[in-house]
């Protein structure tokens, strides 16, 4: 579905430098999510939004920042890239709390070195 | 913080077998969905289970909650190599924050 998309795919930063992972829905659902994924970890929630500039920290947030100036973008920021950071960013969005599921986007795979 | 065990963590079976997945925890949940992820992709939501004891079937694909809700379980009868992919269960606290199991990767052998 090209309800949800991630940009960039891929990306290869070294460390130290900014990166910005761009989300961008098209189907007007109010919650935004930035989960990471890594091997014997599963999901984990980085950070959310349950509306234009309302935002909320998840269980791994330390070294990233999200910003959602609009409905349909909610960006994920690592502030200073450490190798740590290397993983696959995975977007999500529902149209509400309680019981929807998420809809996730294909990923971003993230190599800092 | 993990709060739910998935197992067994891989799976590897015959076409046509059957397989039973678990996924376990000491924490109750308002609810638990499933999800499939095929690789480069993100996972796609197979069910939600609400109820304590519900069972909802998606063509080969059985899903139980537990009584308690602290637990789940999906078994797939007679597999076929399209149900290769990583399952992956996500319960919800109180707070209806999902949070997610470490995953089992199943590959089916034709």
């Known amino acids: 579905d090209a309800g949800i998309t991630q940009s960039p795919r891929h990306k290869v930063t070294e460390t130290g430098t900014p990166v910005t992972l761009r989300c961008h829905q098209t189907?007007?659902?109010?919650?935004m999510y930035w989960y990471r994924q890594d091997p014997g970890h599963g999901l984990r929630l980085i950070h959310y939004?349950?509306?234009?500039?309302?935002?909320d920290k998840g269980e791994v947030s330390d070294g990233y920042s999200v910003s959602r100036s609009k409905t349909e973008d909610f960006l994920l920021t690592l502030e200073s890239a450490t190798s740590s950071q290397t993983s696959v960013y995975f977007c999500?969005?529902?149209?509400?709390?309680?019981?929807?599921?998420?809809?996730f986007g294909s990923g971003t795979r993230l190599t800092v070195v | 913080t993990q709060l739910l065990e998935q197992s067994p963590q891989f799976l590897s079976i015959q076409e046509g077998e059957n397989l039973t997945v678990y996924c376990n925890s000491s924490?109750?949940?308002?609810?638990l969905q499933w999800y499939r992820q095929e690789p480069g992709e993100g996972p796609v939501l197979l069910v939600t289970?609400?109820?304590?004891?519900e069972v909802k079937k998606l063509k080969r694909l059985t899903f139980q909650f537990g009584d308690a809700r602290k637990d789940s379980s999906l078994h797939i009868t007679a597999a076929q190599p399209g149900d290769t992919g990583l399952y992956l269960c996500?319960?919800?606290?109180?707070?209806?924050?999902?949070?997610f199991g470490t995953g089992t990767s199943l590959t089916v052998i034709p």
């Open positions: 996500a319960g919800a606290n109180t707070g209806n924050q999902f949070y």
């Open positions: 924490s109750v949940f308002s609810s």
């Open positions: 189907e007007n659902h109010r919650y």
């Open positions: 939004s349950y509306g234009v500039k309302d935002t």
């Open positions: 999500a969005i529902r149209p509400g709390g309680g019981v929807y599921g998420y809809t």
């Open positions: 289970v609400v109820t304590g004891g």
